[in-house]
């Protein structure tokens, strides 16, 4: 059993910063790639940014620039760095992670940006 748990969602203004955590814990200790998704209201579930065990990583185009994937291999987590947030970054943010053919999702953990 594995379980991703969420941290550093809220409320912030645009242009401000935010930083999100995903703590692995349960059976599996090395995943092949950590990351986040979102979904925002009435939209589907699109990444965000993803990180391989070896540092790769994959952002959006819409992210670029502004957020910062990192993962501590050691911790079994996995950040989310988050600046210059926009309103379009409103969205409930989950948390993957994969090892091999399995993979598996955080609770989620709102971001709401005012403008």
């Known amino acids: 059993q594995v379980q991703l748990v969420e941290s550093g969602g809220g409320l912030v203004q645009a242009g401000g910063s935010l930083r999100l955590s995903c703590a692995a814990s349960?059976?599996?200790?090395?995943?092949?790639?950590m990351g986040w998704y979102r979904q925002a209201p009435g939209k589907q579930r699109d990444l965000v940014a993803i990180?391989?065990?070896?540092?790769?990583?994959n952002y959006a185009d819409s992210v670029k620039g502004r957020f910062t994937i990192s993962r501590d291999n050691a911790k079994n987590t996995v950040y989310l760095q988050m600046n210059s947030l926009k309103p379009e970054d409103i969205a409930v943010y989950y948390c993957?992670?994969?090892?091999?053919?399995?993979?598996?999702w955080g609770q989620g953990t709102q971001v709401t940006v005012s403008s």
């Open positions: 993957y992670a994969r090892h091999g053919p399995l993979q598996f």
């Open positions: 990180i391989t065990s070896g540092g790769d990583t």
């Open positions: 349960g059976s599996i200790f090395g995943f092949n790639s």
